[in-house]
Nanobody, 127 residues
């Protein structure tokens, strides 16, 4: 069974940066379409950013130009660089992975696409 483990969350002030990482235990990250999702208290889990096996990326409008998703194949990690953080970015962030192939990047934005999930890491941004 694949296991995803996130790290890098924490408490930061607005305007600062954080870098989240996610590692896989069985298959290498290059084999997966992967994404970052987040869930704030009382809200649904929403897509933040995704990256396909081919390297195509998608970002939610709320994080465009501030967040960057990337795979580090040498370290077998999925990263999320978050800059200029805002209080509304406060949430539990989840890493997700899928072996399913999508014909369109939009296929990777749906929760149901992903078979594997991490346990989540808390990101809190203070104003």
């Amino acid at each position: 069974q694949e296991q995803l483990v996130e790290s890098g969350g924490g408490l930061v002030q607005a305007g600062k940066s954080l870098r989240l990482s996610c590692t896989t235990s069985r298959r290498h990250v290059r084999n997966y379409g992967m994404g970052w999702y987040r869930q704030a208290p009382g809200k649904e889990r929403d897509v933040v950013a995704v990256v396909t096996t081919g390297g195509t990326t998608y970002y939610a409008d709320a994080v465009k130009d501030r967040f960057t998703i990337s795979k580090d194949n040498a370290k077998n990690t999925l990263n999320l660089q978050m800059n200029n953080l805002k209080p509304e970015d406060t949430a539990v962030y989840y890493c997700a992975a899928t072996l399913r192939y999508g014909s369109d990047i939009a296929d990777y934005t749906h929760l149901g696409t992903y078979a594997y999930w991490g346990q989540g890491t808390q990101v809190t941004v203070s104003s």
